[in-house]
């Protein structure tokens, strides 16, 4: 029987994208900025360092909203100490995910490929 491989880096990012969604969306709603989620952590090897993805609904606000939550990040990270029961939290380093932009800009393609395709 084959044995599967869960690496602890896997279980503890999945662990912290559930408690920065919760986190970020509220510190997003108190401080007034802009509607976002957290798409996915990566973290480094030595649990000292993660990476987390956000994606902002509004695209004209996205650059505001990430200058924001790096500026908030030790406060995010703070109160994700007392959400998880790690002995050493993360430092977090915020990125905004361009999979979302990259995928409707593919779906408009596409669609404007179809639409020029149909003989009228």
């Not at 990476?51 to 695209?59: E, R």
């Not at 990430?66 to 030790?74: G, I, Q």
């Amino acid at each position: 029987m084959a044995q599967k491989s869960f690496h602890r880096t896997d279980r503890v990012s999945a662990q912290l994208r559930r408690e920065l969604g919760t986190l970020v969306h509220a510190v997003v709603r108190e401080h007034g900025l802009c509607s976002t989620s957290v798409s996915d952590v990566e973290i480094a090897r030595d649990l000292a360092h993660a990476k987390v993805f956000v994606t902002v609904l509004d695209a004209e606000r996205a650059a505001e909203t990430l200058k924001s939550l790096k500026a908030l990040a030790p406060e995010i990270r703070y109160k994700l100490a007392h959400a998880v029961k790690m002995r050493h939290v993360p430092e977090l380093h915020f990125h905004y995910d361009e999979s979302v932009d990259r995928g409707e800009r593919i779906d408009n393609l596409l669609r404007d490929l179809r639409t020029s395709d149909d003989p009228e």
